[in-house]
């Protein structure tokens, strides 16, 4: 019998990392200089926010994601904290909205103005008041809208509800008190329904959320994490941190049984942490360690060997933290499926990093609009589970939440601003009351080509979502004739201007 090497097809071999020229860099950022294991850096479609190094306080830089090259040392920064900020995250339903947490034991959430931070900014919107020891870690919820989990030193992982009225939050909707130690990094799961944290006792756990309660605990002496991820819908976890003989190190985990690792690989020797990303459209994992050059990227499957090594990308300056752009912000007419923006801190330099598929068709490989649903906060918090399968219920209305609210303590604020998601993205909520309505208007049937008597509340997801993205595509569509309308008046301004000089030099 003859051998045969066995080659594996996948679509994404040739993934390549393409660094961004210096003038599309942001130059001269004043990096932190603080050496927690965490990104300091955040990025959505509009602004991008690094924790900066600064005296009396702390402090974090936004700017717009369009405003690179070299960047005014005197620029307006967020600086409200009086410790040194740790991490930042910005609100997944909401592109105005950045949470911040420090060694003074505050979280606080602010609203940055839609033209940036244009003076610095010290009066946040909300500010979480828990905590005993200094705050290192906060998470949003991915479907839940202003729900942000915070861990701290005092081994406490707090959930806290932002739509409560009050200014100054003491008191957060749940603790969790199940960690000996201080949690290292948290992660959920694609619908929110699992949190996996990894903890400085050397174990890892899946938590739910809503609830607190301990699902899965894992104690493996070979192998100590740091970071933790959750692999999307594959029901796997990944974590990354070092061997019994100090080797950099990566662990793959089934979800339901942590008792033994499905998969060990040992990488080096080197000492820095290693940041796990995942991209759940592609399948494709990034491996990023803390001052190195390189980035590693594999191929994830549900079968074995699960993990497949593509290539890595190699550089000689050497990365702080990173930050990633969701999505909905990558340029997918040069087919870029992930994007990193790298800390330099050695240049005080945050380089953004592409990764491309080379196609010889311009069409995009993954989705930039997700289809993410943002849960009524109260509905979650009020310990009810809203299924994402297709074909299950929704409820139509909330009348017996919003009437319960006083004996659990929430916030009855459902229309407040903190509602306004970026532009396009409409709340659950919202779209549901309009589609109730017996009577549509006749413009918005008619451009969904439907009948006003037939316009129906929806009576299962699928049918919600259907709606949804009809109402999508037709606010798509009027920003494409807004557009339209707004370069044609540019058009006739610039021509008018043309006369008026022609007029004044005869």
Same mark, same amino acid.
């Given at each position: 019998?003859? +051998?045969?090497? @066995?080659?594996?097809?996948? /679509?994404?071999?040739?993934?390549?990392?393409?660094?961004?020229?210096?003038?599309?860099?942001?130059?001269?950022?004043?990096? #932190?200089?603080?050496?927690?294991?965490?990104?300091?850096?955040?990025?959505?479609?509009?602004?991008?926010?690094?924790?900066?190094?600064?005296? &009396?306080?702390?402090?974090?830089?936004?700017?717009?994601?369009?405003?690179?090259?070299?960047?005014?040392?005197?620029?307006?920064?967020?600086?409200?904290?009086?410790?040194?900020?740790?991490?930042?995250?910005?609100?997944?339903?909401?592109?105005?909205?950045?949470?911040?947490?420090? =060694? !003074?034991?505050?979280?606080?959430?602010?609203?940055?103005?839609?033209?940036?931070?244009?003076?610095?900014?010290?009066?946040?919107?909300?500010?979480?008041?828990?905590?005993?020891?200094?705050?290192?870690?906060?998470? +949003?919820?991915?479907?839940?809208?202003?729900?942000?989990?915070?861990?701290? %030193? !005092?081994?406490?992982?707090?959930?806290?509800?932002? $739509?409560?009225?009050?200014?100054?939050?003491?008191?957060?909707?749940?603790?969790?008190?199940?960690?000996?130690?201080?949690?290292?990094?948290?992660?959920?799961?694609?619908?929110?329904?699992?949190?996996?944290?990894?903890?400085?006792?050397?174990?890892?756990?899946?938590?739910?959320?809503?609830?607190?309660?301990?699902?899965?605990?894992?104690?493996?002496?070979?192998?100590?994490?740091? /970071?933790?991820?959750?692999?999307?819908?594959?029901?796997?976890?990944?974590?990354? &941190?070092?061997?019994?003989?100090?080797?950099?190190?990566?662990?793959?985990?089934?979800?339901? !049984?942590? $008792?033994?690792?499905?998969?060990?690989? $040992?990488?080096? &020797?080197?000492?820095?942490?290693?940041?796990?990303? %995942?991209?759940?459209?592609?399948?494709?994992? %990034?491996?990023?360690?803390?001052?190195?050059?390189?980035?590693?990227?594999? *191929?994830?499957?549900?079968?074995?060997?699960?993990?497949?090594?593509? #290539?890595?990308?190699?550089?000689?300056?050497?990365?702080?933290?990173?930050?990633?752009?969701?999505?909905?912000?990558?340029?997918?007419?040069?087919? =870029?499926?992930?994007?990193?923006?790298?800390?330099?801190?050695?240049?005080?330099?945050?380089?953004?990093?592409?990764?491309?598929?080379?196609?010889?068709?311009?069409?995009? $490989?993954?989705?930039?609009?997700?289809?993410?649903?943002?849960?009524?906060?109260?509905?979650?918090?009020?310990?009810?589970?809203?299924?994402?399968?297709?074909?299950?219920?929704?409820?139509?209305?909330?009348?017996?939440?919003?009437?319960?609210?006083?004996? /659990?303590?929430?916030?009855?604020?459902? &229309?407040?601003?903190?509602?306004?998601?970026?532009?396009?993205?409409? @709340?659950?909520?919202?779209?549901?009351?309009?589609?109730?309505?017996? =009577?549509?208007?006749?413009?918005?049937?008619?451009?969904?080509?439907?009948?006003?008597?037939?316009?129906?509340?929806?009576?299962?997801?699928?049918?919600?979502?259907?709606?949804?993205? /009809?109402?999508?595509? *037709?606010?798509?569509?009027?920003?494409?004739?807004?557009?339209?309308?707004?370069?044609?008046?540019? @058009?006739?301004?610039?021509?008018?201007?043309?006369?008026?000089?022609?007029?004044?030099?005869?």
């Amino acid at each position: 019998m003859t +051998w045969r090497p @066995q080659y594996r097809s996948s /679509k994404f071999r040739h993934v390549f990392g393409k660094a961004a020229t210096k003038e599309n860099c942001y130059d001269g950022v004043p990096i #932190t200089r603080s050496v927690h294991d965490n990104h300091f850096c955040a990025v959505n479609p509009r602004f991008i926010a690094v924790i900066t190094e600064c005296a &009396g306080g702390g402090a974090f830089l936004v700017l717009s994601v369009h405003h690179t090259g070299k960047v005014d040392p005197l620029h307006p920064k967020v600086s409200g904290h009086r410790g040194n900020v740790l991490d930042i995250k910005w609100n997944p339903f909401n592109d105005f909205c950045i949470a911040s947490c420090s =060694e !003074d034991s505050t979280v606080k959430v602010w609203d940055i103005p839609p033209h940036g931070v244009l003076k610095n900014l010290t009066v946040p919107w909300k500010e979480l008041q828990g905590h005993s020891r200094r705050v290192g870690l906060i998470e +949003w919820h991915p479907t839940a809208n202003n729900v942000l989990f915070s861990t701290g %030193y !005092d081994y406490q992982v707090m959930i806290w509800n932002l $739509d409560s009225p009050e200014a100054v939050i003491k008191n957060p909707v749940r603790t969790i008190s199940h960690h000996t130690d201080v949690v290292l990094s948290m992660s959920f799961n694609t619908d929110g329904s699992r949190l996996a944290t990894s903890c400085k006792d050397k174990k890892i756990r899946v938590l739910e959320p809503r609830t607190g309660n301990l699902l899965q605990e894992a104690n493996c002496k070979n192998h100590k994490a740091s /970071k933790v991820l959750f692999l999307g819908n594959l029901k796997m976890l990944l974590s990354t &941190g070092s061997s019994r003989w100090n080797h950099r190190q990566m662990a793959l985990w089934d979800q339901e !049984d942590l $008792d033994v690792p499905l998969l060990q690989e $040992d990488l080096d &020797g080197s000492s820095g942490v290693l940041f796990p990303f %995942y991209d759940p459209d592609t399948h494709m994992l %990034y491996i990023a360690g803390k001052g190195d050059g390189n980035i590693r990227y594999y *191929e994830i499957s549900s079968e074995k060997p699960y993990m497949h090594f593509l #290539t890595e990308y190699r550089s000689h300056t050497p990365q702080k933290g990173m930050g990633i752009m969701p999505k909905r912000g990558l340029d997918v007419s040069s087919c =870029e499926v992930f994007r990193f923006y790298k800390l330099v801190t050695i240049k005080a330099l945050i380089e953004p990093l592409s990764m491309i598929v080379p196609r010889r068709v311009r069409t995009p $490989d993954t989705p930039t609009q997700g289809t993410r649903t943002s849960r009524i906060t109260i509905y979650w918090t009020l310990e009810h589970n809203v299924s994402l399968k297709p074909g299950s219920r929704v409820p139509d209305s909330y009348p017996e939440l919003s009437s319960g609210l006083g004996s /659990k303590g929430l916030g009855n604020s459902l &229309g407040s601003r903190r509602s306004q998601s970026r532009p396009g993205q409409l @709340q659950l909520a919202y779209i549901q009351d309009q589609l109730g309505n017996k =009577e549509c208007r006749s413009k918005t049937s008619v451009s969904n080509g439907q009948d006003p008597t037939l316009c129906s509340p929806p009576k299962t997801e699928n049918e919600l979502r259907l709606k949804f993205h /009809k109402q999508q595509e *037709e606010i798509r569509r009027l920003r494409e004739m807004l557009n339209q309308r707004d370069v044609r008046i540019k @058009q006739l301004e610039l021509e008018i201007n043309n006369v008026r000089n022609s007029q004044d030099s005869h």
